[in-house]
């Protein structure tokens, strides 16, 4: 999943991207789907501020009665990355990412599985126990 930037370009716009389960490499079980993310991205000179709104409706079965239950995640996260000559480095940070100076495409697909993933409760109950 790539987000598409300008190389030049500052500014601020808002992009919605849908990507499936398969694309994302999400797990069957939970199941997800109606998998949206909406970036509001702000570029100015070298830096580009990304804040990703996510959702998704996951479905599985309950730990409790073990009927089937489907419930809703709405994560955020916030990104910045940075114009380098050099970008095959590691920042040290996982909120920071290093991109190439005439790079048009940013990778989010790692960065938005762990965000839904991590969102994903311990125990899933369909009722309060």
Known sequence: MKLQIAAGSDGEWVVTLTPTADELGLPQDPAFTDISVEITVTQRDRQIMLDLDAYAAVTTECYHCGEPY????NPSLQLR???VPNPDRDSGDENLKFIGLMETSIELEQDVRDLLLLELPMRIVCCEQ
């Open 81 to 83: 990355c940075l114009r």
């Open 70 to 73: 489907t419930f809703t995640i």
